[in-house]
Each structure stands twice: as C-alpha cells, then as structure tokens.
C-alpha cells in the first residue's frame, strides 16, 4: 500500500517571483494568509489537489518538500536506503 503526498512547499530564494512563475505557468492564485512571506496555493481545481505554498528560504538553497502520510509514530519511523538504515531525525518531514 502506498502513502499519499499530503503538502508540497516551494523554497525560493525569491518567491515573489516563483509565485508569478508558477501563476502564468499553472495558472495558480494565492489567496491572503499564511505568515509573512509564505503563501498557499490555489490551483484552481475543486477537489484531487494537492494542498501546497511557496515561501522564501528557510537556509540553503531554493528546494520543493514534498510531505507524505506515513501510518506509524515518529519514533518508530526507521528509512531504508541503498546503503542501509537512515535514522528518522534524518527525514524531511512526517504527518499523518
């Protein structure tokens, strides 16, 4: 069984600019909320979206996080990759 995307961000450098990207490209609006810097966004489609924002860097460089719905606790949560066992501190994010 696989596990739902549940929430997309969009990191940029300059948001204002990936918004108007973004919003000629797919059509997306943003509707007023969120904090300062950080929008949601619209897609325009009533239901089968996957809810999203964009937001301005939090560190680093520009990046997309992708949140996946995961049936078990934090705690418990070990990855398995090619070269063996990631500890769950090590992951981007979880929500259920």
Not at 47 to 71: E, R
Not at 76 to 96: D, E, K
Request: hydrophobic residues 35%.
């Amino acid at each position: 069984m696989g596990n739902p995307i549940i929430h997309f961000e969009i990191r940029s450098a300059d948001p204002d600019a990936s918004r108007e990207f973004y919003g000629q490209l797919f059509g997306w609006t943003y509707p007023p909320g969120g904090f300062p810097g950080y929008t949601y966004v619209e897609s325009g489609v009533p239901q089968g979206t996957i809810p999203g924002g964009i937001s301005p860097l939090q560190g680093g460089n520009s990046l997309v996080t992708v949140f996946a719905g995961v049936p078990v606790s934090w705690p418990s949560l070990i990855w398995q990759t090619p070269n063996g066992r990631l500890p769950a501190m090590h992951c981007l994010a979880i929500s259920r």
